[in-house]
């Protein structure tokens, strides 16, 4: 079994010494409390939880990105699991700022080969930046694309035949609260 | 007169490298799905997959609407097994609202799970000696099997494909004894199909060369890639959520999880043939021991459903893998965060590693074996 959270925290805590750790409950059903970890440390606590014998956590389920508007963060959450040892989930958690120069963590695809094109997932629809991936490229949305969906603030273009991206007219009118479909989209044709 | 080039042939044809599109518009993608291929000569030197052409941003669309109404979007993800992602769905909202499912539900939850095994798995087999080159004949007898489990599927829920059949708390019909009768009917005679279907194709002397010692994928890796579902069982990881996680009542029916010894293509096939055994196994027990009762947790609140604030982890073993959601909760009436994990999506992390090498007529095959599907790709 792996062990309780508390436990695994101090484990954790003292493999790898300088890591911020912190537990975030879940809703008491769920009973799946997590590990915030900050990104400095993130990449030798996953090694760590890879290579432990006790936790052995070698399968990397789900890896997504959650956009917390009011706290202005956006957490990347990893769900972990052992196939050898047939227990978990562990979930790890990292945050990053929401402001898309500094939204960067570490990539976990080194430690965990599946996390590749979820993390690619997560840079597309959320912007998050993952240092040290090793083909970060959108994969969802298409190549031209500027903005990332999924955040809480986008505004989506009136028309995406026409305004591929949400370009400075369309922000413009949302702002003034005039709706996101200009009067006549169809004539609206970019030069 | 070209007596340069073969007055210089020395025994070693040089090639060039050659970079192919393979797709979108390609019958043998499985839909709107590309491989970019670096081919020298036939063989594979490089391929990206390339995906999206599909996506409608599923998850946005579920954080924009209650709780409920997103049950019927997700029939749309994986198209062929619209019950076991209504389970999915269900089962992540269960957990975190800790809401108790009737048993007689548990028990029509794994009748349906595993009918769409079934049909999932033979189609998935037909469409893969399809690619082979085995054109239109195993496809179509398993086609008919589905078919009679999709009539099933229309007598309980009024649709073939898009079920939407499930309900937080339970289903949304419960089964009469007609129903429950024409299910054992399907369940006795598929037994007969499997055989037929195997001496057809099993021991095949072009589906053994086409298929054996193809596109390995070794263990190691299909564990550090996340692969899941039978993809990951062929080559010999035995990891079955029906058996670790043991939700609903999978802890109640005794059956076996067949892993392969190679990893290759044939292993792939065979190891659905297989599954589509154990599954006959888990449904005639099923339907044998089902008990009356509620099909619906009565407290389950259909209108202003909420969840108390807070986020979880949901999975069940989808017949193409581990389809999980991860759900975040504000406390309001909708999802703040809906992230669907989608098996065919991460299965294909490794295509590349599994093609390299190969001849480009066997990628096909390898992409084949996959059991891929772009609703649930792209989402």
């Known amino acids: 079994m792996i062990p309780a959270i508390e436990q695994l925290c101090e484990a954790v805590r003292a493999a790898v010494p300088d890591a911020v750790l912190e537990i975030i409950p879940s809703t008491p059903a769920a009973a799946q409390p997590a590990l915030l970890v900050d990104g400095a440390h993130v990449v030798a606590v996953a090694k760590y939880l890879r290579d432990d014998p006790s936790c052995r956590l070698d399968f990397c389920s789900c890896v997504t990105g959650v956009d917390y508007l009011a706290k202005g963060s956006i957490e990347v959450v990893y769900h972990l699991y052992s196939v050898a040892l047939k227990h978990g989930p562990v979930v790890l958690k990292v945050r990053a700022p929401r402001d898309l120069d500094q939204c960067r963590v570490p990539s976990l695809t080194p430690v965990w080969r599946g996390c590749e094109f979820q993390e690619r997932e997560a840079f597309d629809l959320y912007g998050v930046k993952f240092d040290g991936h090793p083909d970060l490229r959108r994969i969802l949305m298409w190549d031209g694309f500027q ?12 028309d995406y035949e026409w305004e591929p991206t949400p370009h400075d007219e369309v922000l ?10 200009p009067p006549s989209a169809a004539v609206e044709v970019k030069k | 007169m070209i007596t340069a080039p073969i007055a210089n042939m020395t025994g070693k044809i040089e090639t060039q490298t050659l970079e192919v599109s393979i797709g979108p518009q390609h019958p043998s993608t499985h839909g709107v799905f590309r491989m970019d291929v670096v081919l020298d000569g036939e063989i594979v030197r490089a391929l990206k997959p390339v995906i999206g052409y599909l996506h409608r941003n599923h998850e946005q669309l579920a954080e924009k609407m209650a709780w409920l109404h997103s049950m019927p979007y997700t029939d749309r993800l994986d198209y062929f097994n619209s019950m076991t992602n209504n389970w999915a769905y269900a089962l992540a909202v269960e957990k975190l609202a800790g809401i ?34 085995a054109w239109g004949t195993p496809l179509l007898y398993a086609f008919r099997e589905r078919e009679k489990i999709l009539d099933f599927f229309e007598t309980v829920s009024g649709s073939r494909m898009m079920c939407n059949y499930l309900r937080f708390g339970g289903v949304r019909v419960d089964l009469d004894e007609p129903m429950l009768a024409m299910a054992r009917e399907i369940v006795a005679k598929f037994p007969k199909f499997l055989d037929e279907f195997e001496k057809l194709m099993t021991t095949n002397e072009v589906v053994l060369a086409r298929c054996q010692r193809v596109g390995i994928l070794p263990k190691e890796l299909a564990i550090a890639g996340s692969i899941s579902g039978p993809v990951a069982r062929a080559s010999g990881v035995e990891y079955d959520l029906r058996k670790v ?6 802890g109640r029916f005794e059956f076996g999880v067949p892993v392969g010894p190679v990893g290759d293509v044939y292993d792939r096939y065979y190891i659905r043939v297989l599954e589509m055994r154990e599954a006959l196994k888990i449904l005639q027990q099923a339907l044998r021991d089902i008990p009356a009762g509620p099909a619906q947790a009565p407290e389950v609140k259909l209108r202003g459903f909420k969840i108390p604030a807070g986020d979880g982890y949901g999975r069940v073993e989808g017949p193409k893998g581990e389809l999980g959601f991860y759900l975040v909760s504000d406390g309001g009436p909708k999802p703040y965060r809906y992230h669907v994990r989608p098996p065919s999506f991460i299965n294909i992390t490794v295509l590349e590693d599994m093609c390299l090498g190969h001849k480009v007529a066997d990628a096909i095959i390898i992409l084949g074996s996959i059991d891929i599907v772009l609703g649930e790709v792209d989402r």
Do not use: T, W
Request: proline letters at 6%; a positive charge; aromatic letters at 10%.
């Open chain 1, 147 to 158: 903005d990332f969906p999924m955040r809480k603030d986008y505004v989506p273009p009136a």
């Open chain 1, 172 to 181: 413009k009118r949302a702002k003034a609260g005039g709706g996101i479909m």
């Open chain 2, 100 to 133: 108790k499912v009737p048993e007689r539900a548990e028990y029509i939850r794994v009748i349906m799970a595993e009918l769409s095994r079934l049909q999932n798995h033979a189609s998935a087999i037909g469409f893969l000696l399809q690619d082979c080159g």
């Open chain 2, 245 to 250: 996680d043991q939700y609903g009542v999978y």
